[in-house]
């Protein structure tokens, strides 16, 4: 009887520790189990080393695609599916919208139009982005838009303009419908693909190209996301490879941490924003490595 008991307290000791393991353990990153690519691996890594002194705290959540247009493959798949604020990044599903009004005749190209498609995309006016909400006839329109003729935007939801201050946290995205995004604009599958290229392609702040070891020589289209609880990037990266072919990929990195529009800022904005676009700059390198080895160059 005496060793039953003794067991039995032992089987529930074990479990109390596993249990309590289980609770502390920090949760690993989402991997796509199809992908076959050291690169993620490396992208985890270098994540990490950035907890949690370092530019990232526990409570910063992680998502990051990169897939080589060439190849038609994606290389890294890390919490794709996590839906996150958008921030700016929501602007692109904006311009998509109003240009599928365009294309169907309900809505005209006009110069006021290339205005604020400027301004909104290259310097991130939220003004401008609201023309376009309210000219398309209010966010759920546009979200409307977006689920009836694009239905493979599986984490975008538009449900509101952006406030006067900038604050905006109910609009939501993914890296996997990011991603989706530039593939689709790069194959000229989006209605006006050619104009979506030309504002993304303008001169702008960005966090996987500026700042980088990443060569002059490469053209970028993208988009940032900045508001505090999000930053983000994602575009296209077009690169040249040692025998002079251009070689597109998109890279999406997306950090975020819903505990901070709703909490006290230890640090400034500016301090916040530019610790976590210097782990997207570090892993946009990597990417960028990776690839350019992959044609045979050397990094």
């Not at 067991?7 to 309590?20: H, K, S």
């Not at 493979?152 to 201050?165: A, D, G, L, M, S």
């Not at 230890?266 to 350019?292: H, P, T």
Request: aromatic residues 12%; contains cysteine; proline residues 4%.
């Amino acid at each position: 009887m005496k060793t039953y008991v003794y067991n039995l307290i032992g089987l529930l000791v074990c479990c109390g520790l596993i249990v309590l393991l289980c609770g502390t353990t920090v949760i690993h990153a989402a991997y796509d189990p199809t992908i076959d690519s050291p690169l993620e691996q490396t992208i985890d890594s270098l994540v990490k080393q950035f907890r949690p002194r370092k530019g990232l705290t526990y409570s910063d959540r992680t998502s990051f695609v990169v897939y080589d247009i060439s190849r038609n493959k994606k290389l890294v798949s890390i919490n794709e599916d996590r839906q996150m604020m958008a921030a700016s990044l929501i602007k692109n599903f904006v311009m998509l919208a109003y240009f599928h009004e365009v294309k169907h005749g309900r809505l005209k190209y006009t110069d006021r139009s290339r205005y604020h498609l400027r301004k909104m995309i290259q310097v991130s006016s939220n003004v401008s982005t609201n023309y376009f909400i309210n000219l398309i006839g209010g966010p759920s329109k546009v979200s409307r838009i977006l689920k009836y003729n694009y239905s493979y935007f599986k984490q975008t939801k538009i449900v509101e303009r952006i406030p006067t201050n900038g604050r905006t946290y109910r609009n939501k995205t993914s890296a996997h419908d990011l991603n989706k995004f530039y593939v689709q604009l790069w194959h000229d599958k989006l209605p006006y693909s050619h104009k979506m290229k030309v504002y993304l392609g303008l001169p702008n702040g960005d966090y996987i190209y500026k700042k980088t070891r990443i060569p002059a020589s490469a053209k970028v289209y993208n988009k940032t996301g900045t508001v505090y609880g999000l930053v983000g990037d994602s575009g296209i990266i077009v690169m040249r490879d040692p025998k002079g072919k251009l070689r597109p990929y998109v890279f999406t990195g997306l950090i975020e941490d819903r505990s901070k529009p709703y909490g006290r800022r230890r640090i400034s904005f500016g301090a916040w924003v530019n610790q976590r676009a210097n782990v997207l700059r570090r892993v946009s390198e990597k990417a960028y490595g990776y690839i350019y080895k992959s044609y045979g160059g050397r990094w």
